[in-house]
Nanobody
Framework: QVQLVESGGGLVQAGGSLRLSCAAS????MGWFRQAPGKEREFVAA????????YYAGSVKGRFTISRDSAKNTLYLQMNSLKPEDTAVYYC?????????????????????WGQGTQVTVSS
């Protein structure tokens, strides 16, 4: 059973930075999603199993960077130039069926393991 544990959320002013971490119990295609109050969960970023391919939502491209440390089985999301609209609960997710050739999906339906979420609040 995959265990995903997020950390690194918090309160930050607009323009600031935060780094989220997600400790995983294995190596998979991984993604970050977020859910703001009253809204549906949305894709943020994803990374291939080897860490060579990354994908981003248009709203965060150029500001957020997804990466992974395969030796530590840890996923990261570096968030810079944060905006109030980035406020949400952020979830990491894993595609347990993924292989080295799996193209990361932007759909939450492709991920079958989820962390508990970490709150990110950006004040204006």
């Amino acid at each position: 059973q995959v265990q995903l544990v997020e950390s690194g959320g918090g309160l930050v002013q607009a323009g600031g930075s935060l780094r989220l971490s997600c400790a995983a119990s294995g190596r998979y295609v991984m993604g970050w999603f977020r859910q703001a109050p009253g809204k549906e969960r949305e894709f943020v970023a994803a990374i291939s199993k080897a860490g060579t391919n990354t994908y981003y939502a248009g709203s965060v491209k150029g500001r957020f960077t997804i990466s992974r440390d395969s030796a530590k089985n840890t996923l990261y999301l570096q968030m810079n130039s944060l905006k109030p609209e980035d406020t949400a609960v952020y979830y990491c997710a894993a595609d347990r069926r993924s292989t080295l050739w799996t193209t990361p999906s932007t759909s939450e339906n492709s991920y079958d393991a989820w962390g508990q979420g970490t709150q990110v609040t950006v004040s204006s």
